[in-house]
């Protein structure tokens, strides 16, 4: 007996086992934003999804009232840098109200963000995967025409990419960074065994 599916019940599905891809740059679309029950109440996961199927989130930080005016712009620095990803106008995202509809492909004219993605080290833990940074559509284009592969945050450097700042270096090259003291001159001594059984 033959079956029958709709094509569209196959819209955001994923293939079983999608693997994250490797280090690079991608245009990723926006899934949905929720709150689950033990993140802070200014949190919000941002999941998306990559050309492969691998799917994962970022957390994303609201701007709330009591934060200081520092961290308040920081946090709206960061939606709206997500939201220029997705090629929102600087006009468009300050002459609206902003919603987490405009975060999510689906709701938002079916628009793509670009990022910045380094993979976890399998079978590291505490390595996770991450996107680095949301790029604009130029500088997403400018990075994969540049041939260079991101590297994870936690390596102390950048790749070059057109217009980025690089990182300064912590120590001169070929200089040893010695983080404990030299050893005594005389070898090292161990203290006599305690006497053991013995009055004294």
Same mark, same amino acid.
């Given at each position: 007996m033959s079956f029958s599916i709709n094509g569209a019940s196959f819209k955001g599905v994923s293939t079983l086992g999608s693997s994250q891809p490797e280090a690079g740059y991608y245009e990723v679309s926006g899934l949905q934003i929720e709150q689950k029950a033990?993140?802070? =109440?200014? =949190? #919000? #996961?941002?999941?998306?999804?990559?050309?492969? +199927?691998?799917?994962?989130?970022?957390? $994303?930080? $609201?701007?709330?009232? +009591? $934060?200081?005016?520092?961290?308040?712009? +920081? #946090?709206?620095a960061a939606m709206k840098t997500i939201l220029s990803s997705f090629g929102f106008t600087a006009e468009e995202i300050e002459n609206n109200e902003i919603s987490d509809a405009w975060f999510v492909s689906e709701s938002n004219g079916g628009r793509k963000a670009y990022v910045e993605f380094v993979p976890g080290q399998q079978g590291v833990q505490g390595s996770y995967a991450r996107i680095n940074k949301f790029l604009t559509k130029e500088q997403y284009?400018?990075?994969?025409?540049?041939?260079?592969?991101?590297?994870?945050?936690?390596?102390?450097? #950048?790749?070059?990419v057109p217009g980025a700042i690089p990182a300064a270096p912590s120590a001169a090259a070929g200089t040893p960074v010695s983080t404990v003291a030299p050893a005594p001159a005389g070898g090292l001594r161990l203290p006599p065994p305690p006497a053991v059984g013995v009055a004294r």
């Open positions: 033990g993140d802070k =109440a200014d =949190a #919000r #996961r941002f999941h998306v999804e990559f050309p492969n +199927g691998f799917k994962m989130f970022e957390f $994303l930080h $609201l701007p709330v009232e +009591g $934060l200081e005016k520092k961290s308040f712009n +920081g #946090r709206l284009e400018k990075a994969v025409a540049s041939g260079s592969k991101p590297v994870s945050r936690d390596a102390g450097t #950048r790749p070059s």
